[in-house]
């Protein structure tokens, strides 16, 4: 059974930088996209950032020039560095691997990232 593990969250001072981690067990095929997503208290979940094993990469526009995703495709993990923190960033991050035969997307756990002084 595929298996999605993060760790990385917590509580940090605005301005302060997190680096998330996700990585997916050993029975995860090949994959098409890694991602991260985010929801907050009585908000629907968006896209934080999606990064294709062909290196193309977008990011949600509240996050542009402040976090950076990145992959290792070899160990199957995907990494959200944050920097320059905002309140307005804290959220239950997820990570999510999309599988490349038949699209089917597999979840994290979530992980609680909060922004506060």
């Known amino acids: 059974q595929v298996q999605l593990v993060e760790s990385g969250g917590g509580l940090v001072q605005p301005g302060g930088s997190l680096r998330l981690s996700c990585a997916a067990s050993?029975?995860?095929?090949?994959?098409?996209?890694m991602g991260w997503y985010r929801q907050a208290p009585g908000k629907q979940r968006d896209m934080v950032a999606v990064?294709?094993?062909?290196?193309?990469?977008n990011y949600a526009d509240s996050v542009k020039g402040r976090f950076a995703i990145s992959r290792d495709t070899g160990r199957n993990t995907v990494y959200l560095q944050m920097n320059s923190l905002k309140p307005d960033d804290t959220a239950v991050y997820y990570c999510?691997?999309?599988?490349?035969?038949?699209?089917?997307?597999?979840w994290g756990q979530g992980t609680q990232v909060t922004v506060s002084s």
């Open positions: 999510a691997f999309t599988r490349f035969y038949d699209n089917n997307v597999y």
């Open positions: 990064i294709t094993t062909s290196g193309t990469v």
């Open positions: 050993p029975s995860m095929s090949r994959v098409s996209s």
